[in-house]
T-cell receptor, first 112, second 114 residues
Framework: KQEVTQIPAALSVPEGENLVLNCSFT??????LQWFRQDPGKGLTSLLL?????REQTSGRLNASLDKSSGRSTLYIAASQPGDSATYLC???????????FGTGTRLKVLA | NAGVMQNPRHLVRRRGQEARLRCSPM?????VYWYRQLPEEGLKFMVY????????ESGMPKERFSAEFPKEGPSILRIQQVVRGDSAAYFC????????????FGSGTRLTVV
């Protein structure tokens, strides 16, 4: 059974720092992996989608990597801004089911 | 393209009433998924539907919960005889045919049972 863990659970950094959010999964047989952002009381916004055959994806200041063999993905945020404050969720796509298994998220606060 | 539309955004029900949550997928998307987010918990899969078919309902509670995605109109998640423990945020996501493009989520319905 796939389990997804995100560390740390919460993170507070000063503006301008580069930071790394971690996502671990127990079963390396994944279809793809999606990173989302959730603002308080709001829905989920898709940030990056990495297929199982890919190693990384980039969008603006965001870069996500995938290492299936070690069961890890990282989300790198460059030059963090207060507007980046949100909860970041990692979701692992399960082959044959069209189902995503979510981690519990990392709550990020970027201080001005 | 309006995205995934969920309504209502907030819903208050008394214990024992019925709750109906609606989800219209993105244009061109034929797959709909419902997830529940309990306070301070992660998102949990409930059900996966295509038009007129329930594909996977392994995450649905056995009683009081049902879902449908009719040929015409939105997908409906129905909760009968609500209890306080049903209070949560319910999110709908959609995707096109296949799994290659990931999910697009709606803004959710926040159900409060009083």
């Amino acid at each position: 059974k796939q389990e997804v863990t995100q560390i740390p659970a919460a993170l507070s950094v000063p503006e301008g720092e580069n930071l790394v959010l971690n996502c671990s999964f127990t079963d390396s047989a994944i279809y793809n992996l999606q990173w989302f952002r959730q603002d308080p009381g709001k829905g989920l916004t898709s940030l990056l989608l990495i297929q199982s055959s890919q190693r990384e994806q980039t969008s603006g200041r965001l870069n996500a990597s995938l290492d299936k063999s070690s069961g890890r993905s990282t989300l790198y945020i460059a030059a963090s801004q207060p507007g980046d404050s949100a909860t970041y969720l990692c979701a692992v796509g399960t082959p044959g089911t069209y189902k995503y298994i979510f981690g519990t998220g990392t709550r990020l606060k970027v201080l001005a | 393209n309006a995205g995934v539309m969920q309504n209502p955004r907030h819903l208050v029900r008394r214990r024992g009433q019925e709750a109906r949550l609606r989800c219209s997928p993105m244009k061109g998307h034929s797959h709909v998924y419902w997830y529940r987010q309990l306070p301070e918990e992660g998102l949990k899969f409930m059900v996966y539907l295509q038009k007129e078919n329930i594909i996977d309902e392994s995450g649905m509670p056995k009683e009081r919960f049902s879902a449908e995605f009719p040929k015409e109109g939105p997908s409906i998640l129905r909760i009968q005889q609500v209890v306080r423990g049903d209070s949560a945020a319910y999110f709908c996501a959609s995707s096109p045919e296949g799994f290659n493009y990931g999910y697009t989520f709606g803004s959710g319905t926040r159900l409060t049972v009083v």
